[in-house]
């Protein structure tokens, strides 16, 4: 029986994306068998996977980690329950291991006895006797020669202790929990949109079933569970973990109208420039009091009683508590100059929302084209990590339009990502020229810039393209990119203002 893998495992094992398996089996090189892969066959295609060769992976969730403002270098071990139950676990498999070897190693000894005893037999058995005999060595001696256990087996046993896989109903979306992390947390950080409220044990509205494998309660939570709801599977997914594999059966948003509006009083955590001409805000939410929100979407930013203006949520949902945004420093912005001047770290700031459709199109099969005009990279910024997080787009690629270089304000962080992950393309495109009249917006964009995504896509059809700047811009890239033959469906524009 050969050992079977989900995907997302055997992506972690030989360190690459499931993009890229996904890439494999469709070519034909990686045999699957209901979305598992053999781990004869992963080692078939990947030979030098080993134990200690886990850059690709790290590299990319590195890159990962430090875009999404988490704690890489303090990645947390599990819960120590946690922990204590998966070791045990595994101990206990290991120990049925080794009493089955004992068992077929005994199986074989008394057949070896038995074929012995033929040797008073007839020429003829005494022949087909000794030539079983020599295989039964000669295969002992070739699973001894093996070396023992393959260092796939150890890393994924290795991969179990550190996390556990968790399988959603009825969407069939999966996840790993890591750390110390909760099943809500886990998913999260994997770019699923999860029905929640409060984090923290009191709402209730992240009541999840429970339909194979262990969970373990790891906070503690004020929200009373029925016993009927208890006797049904049912746990809340912020006070839990995965202790083994599980099944969990969950509600999920599945558009911007299952998401509710909230109000949230968040604190500065920082600001800090980005370039001459951009400021970025980095807003903390309490712990229990968190935004949801999809990628892509905006929200209010109130400052004091009079100060206020709408911002696209420039992070991901997958770190719900740390809210940035890109804060265009113009003469004349009041918004702009409130922050620059006067908000203070700590300071409250009220944030309402979230509203706009400008979200990713999940069951889309198709790459990613993300095209940003000036500071429409921050919506697009959220969205790509969003799409990283959920690791199915094939292929993401941003062009990023400026009148500047120094206008792309955040170059650092997109070639960061282009070096780190093998999906990723990033082409930033300097205008020179005016972009705020009409005639210069169409001499610089259908005259030249917007060619280039045509020369490098001349199958536009084949992509869904996401949009994002202000609404002059967006016209103008919108007619073009339908006349090149984008369908109107796969085209999605975001306005930023
Ligand atoms: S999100 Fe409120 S109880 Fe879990």
Redesign the pocket.
């Known amino acids: 029986m050969p050992q079977l893998l989900n995907l997302s495992r055997a992506a972690r094992l030989v360190g690459v994306t499931r993009v890229t398996l996904q890439k494999k089996i469709k070519a034909g090189l990686l045999p699957s068998f209901d979305g598992m892969v053999a781990a004869e066959d992963l080692l078939h295609v990947y030979p030098d996977a080993q134990l200690e060769d886990n850059t690709a992976y790290e590299r990319v969730a590195q890159i990962k980690d430090r875009a999404f403002g988490k704690r890489v270098f303090e990645r947390t071990l599990p819960d120590k329950e946690v922990l204590a139950a998966r070791v045990t676990g595994l101990a206990k498999e290991l120990s049925q291991a080794q009493s089955a070897l004992k068992q077929y190693r005994a199986v074989v000894d008394g057949l070896e006895a038995r074929l012995k005893a033929w040797d008073r037999a007839g020429e003829e058995l005494q022949a087909a006797a000794a030539s079983l005999r020599m295989w039964v060595h000669q295969e002992l001696a070739a699973g001894e020669s093996r070396g023992g256990i393959p260092n796939l087996t150890i890393q994924d046993s290795f991969l179990r202790i550190m996390a556990a896989h968790v399988k959603l109903q009825p969407s069939g979306h999966e996840f790993f929990v890591e750390g110390a992390d909760t099943l809500?947390e886990g998913a999260l950080r994997a770019g699923l949109a999860l029905n929640?409220?409060?984090?923290?044990?009191?709402?209730?509205?992240?009541k999840a079933k429970v339909i194979s494998g262990e969970v373990l309660k790891v906070r503690p939570?004020d929200?009373v569970l029925s016993e009927s709801e208890k006797a049904a599977g049912q746990v809340?997914?912020?006070?839990n973990t995965a202790v083994t594999d599980v099944v969990i059966e969950a509600g999920e948003a599945e558009s911007t109208a299952d998401i509710p509006f909230q109000h949230v009083t968040a604190h500065v955590k920082s600001i800090e420039p980005l370039g001459d001409a951009m400021l970025l805000l980095h807003l903390q939410t309490p712990r229990n009091n968190r935004l949801r929100f999809l990628a892509g979407q905006n929200v209010v930013l109130q400052l004091g009683h009079s100060i206020s203006a709408e911002f696209p949520v420039a992070s991901c949902p997958c770190d719900d508590r740390n809210l940035q945004f890109h804060i265009h420093n113009t003469p004349g912005n009041l918004f702009a100059d409130y922050v620059a001047t006067r908000l203070q770290k700590g300071e409250a700031v009220a944030v309402e929302g979230p509203t706009g459709g400008f979200v990713l199109d999940e069951d889309s099969p198709r790459p990613l084209i993300f095209i940003a005009f000036g500071a429409g990279f921050a919506p697009v910024k959220s969205l790509m990590e969003h799409a990283m997080a959920l690791d199915t787009a094939e292929s993401v690629q941003l062009y990023w339009i400026a009148p500047r270089e120094d206008d792309l304000y955040f170059s650092n962080w997109t070639r960061a990502w282009a070096d780190a992950l093998d999906n990723f393309i990033y082409t930033p495109l300097v205008a020179g020229g005016d972009l705020e009249t009409a005639a210069g917006r169409q001499q610089a964009l259908v005259g030249g810039l917007l060619q280039r995504i045509v020369e490098d896509h001349p199958k536009l059809g084949d992509y869904d393209v996401y949009v994002a700047g202000s609404e002059p811009l967006l016209d103008v890239a919108k007619k073009w990119l339908l006349a090149q033959g984008l369908p109107e469906a796969q085209l999605i524009a975001g306005v930023v203002r």
């Open positions: 809500l929640y409220g409060c984090s923290s044990g009191n709402c209730g509205q992240c939570h929200y809340l997914m912020c006070s």
